[in-house]
């Protein structure tokens, strides 16, 4: 199994800032992907995070909006730039582990946009 | 990506069985059928899947048709903790542009009664 971890947990951040949530693995692992989930609604995949080269987005989100780093296997950054108030969602990353068919995910990062 | 159908809710009574059905009518062969659920707060968590037979597990059992048209989610004996959202998501196997991308349905809501 595979144990992430989330930083930080929750935040309240004001319109036109930017915040950056953490994703630790306790595992090294290729594949690394951050979703998102608007309140009461299910989860979008925003981006595909491989280590060793660029994210790759999704339809309806940009590398501008949402910065992607993943310096190592462990580790990846995702960038929520120039907030809104519908910005206001839980961020979530996941992974897969190698050789392994199911998805692992984080916590969550609850972030309130005022 | 082919979709799933689920309701969107079920109910049930503590300690009986529950079957919580998925429709895929345009999986591909090469499909995973997945199934997720997501406790209130928490991040999803992997619960089975399978590709042509019906899967056990410590958690629950797949049925999957024939046809690979549909497929069934049996909780045993469904306890309060069981109460969640309960995604159905088809997978792109290994080797594909796709694989590991997970598309989140609205799911099932499962209510489980005292």
């Known amino acids: 199994s595979a144990v992430i971890s989330q930083k930080p947990s929750r935040d309240i951040c004001q319109r036109g800032t930017s915040l950056t949530i953490q994703c630790q693995v306790d595992s090294q692992v290729t594949m690394m992907f951050w979703y998102r989930q608007q309140p009461g609604q299910s989860l979008t995949l925003i981006a595909t995070?491989?280590?060793?080269?660029?994210?790759?987005?999704e339809s309806g989100f940009v590398i501008d909006k949402f910065p992607i780093s993943r310096p190592n296997l462990t580790f990846s950054t995702l960038t929520v730039s120039n907030m809104s108030p519908e910005d206001s969602s839980i961020y979530l990353c996941s992974v897969v582990l190698p050789g392994r068919g199911r998805q692992y995910f984080g916590p969550g990062t609850r972030l309130t946009v005022l | 990506d082919a979709k799933t159908t689920q309701p969107n809710s079920m109910e049930s009574n503590e300690e009986e069985p529950v079957h919580l059905p998925c429709n895929h009518s345009?999986?591909?062969?090469?499909?995973?059928i997945h199934w997720y659920r997501q406790l209130p707060s928490q991040g999803p968590e992997y619960v089975i899947h399978?590709?042509?037979s019906n899967v056990n597990n410590r958690m629950a059992s797949l049925a999957i048709a024939e046809d690979r048209k549909s497929s069934t989610l049996i909780l045993h004996r469904a306890t309060l903790r069981d109460a969640a959202v309960y995604y159905c998501i088809l997978r792109a196997n290994a080797g594909g542009t796709s694989y590991g991308k997970l598309t989140f349905g609205q799911g099932t809501i499962l209510t489980v009664h005292p």
């Open positions: 399978g590709l042509t």
């Open positions: 345009t999986i591909s062969g090469t499909d995973y």
């Open positions: 995070a491989n280590q060793g080269s660029e994210a790759t987005y």
